[in-house]
């Protein structure tokens, strides 16, 4: 049987990653905060940007944990195919077609030396990423 906690919902994240920059009684920003991130978070293009990167976070990992459940994947290696998973989405925001399936096909060879069951990440790539295997040369 396998065990499911919710992942934190992309509001919850943004508020607490917004609480990071928030400025203490003195007016002090946190210590590694800079006066440029908060120009930056004045911005509503940027915030807006930024809420949802966590909202798509979020969905990613419903969907991963979805195919874990589904795969009957032990809960203890469900860290390692949340890793997978967050790779492959910041793969996958950044690089498209042809690129993104030999990348993807990388991390899947990655994943797999690393001890993960490769049927199972093949079903996250495709199921919950859209990226079809690489075509041969």
């Keep these: 049987m396998a065990f499911s906690i919710a992942p934190p919902d992309g509001s919850v994240r943004?508020?607490?990653?917004?609480?990071r920059?928030?400025?203490d009684a003195?007016?002090?920003l946190?210590?590694?905060?800079?006066?440029?991130?908060?120009?930056?978070?004045?911005?509503p293009a940027v915030a807006?940007?930024?809420q949802a990167s966590f909202d798509s976070l979020h969905a990613m990992e419903t969907d991963v944990r979805t195919i874990l459940n589904a795969e009957g994947v032990s809960t203890i290696q469900y860290a390692f195919y949340f890793a997978f998973g967050r790779e492959m989405w910041k793969l996958t925001n950044r690089i498209?077609?042809?690129s993104a399936a030999l990348a993807a096909a990388t991390l899947v060879a990655k994943w797999t030396a690393r001890g993960l069951s490769p049927s199972t990440l093949e079903k996250i790539r495709f199921q919950a990423f859209?990226?079809?295997?690489?075509?041969?040369?």
């Design 14 to 19: 943004w508020a607490k990653w917004r609480s």
């Design 21 to 23: 920059f928030v400025r």
């Design 26 to 28: 003195e007016g002090n």
């Design 30 to 43: 946190p210590q590694g905060s800079t006066p440029h991130i908060n120009t930056l978070l004045e911005d």
């Design 48 to 50: 807006a940007r930024v």
């Design 96 to 98: 498209n077609g042809a």
């Design 130 to 137: 859209s990226v079809s295997p690489p075509v041969g040369p």
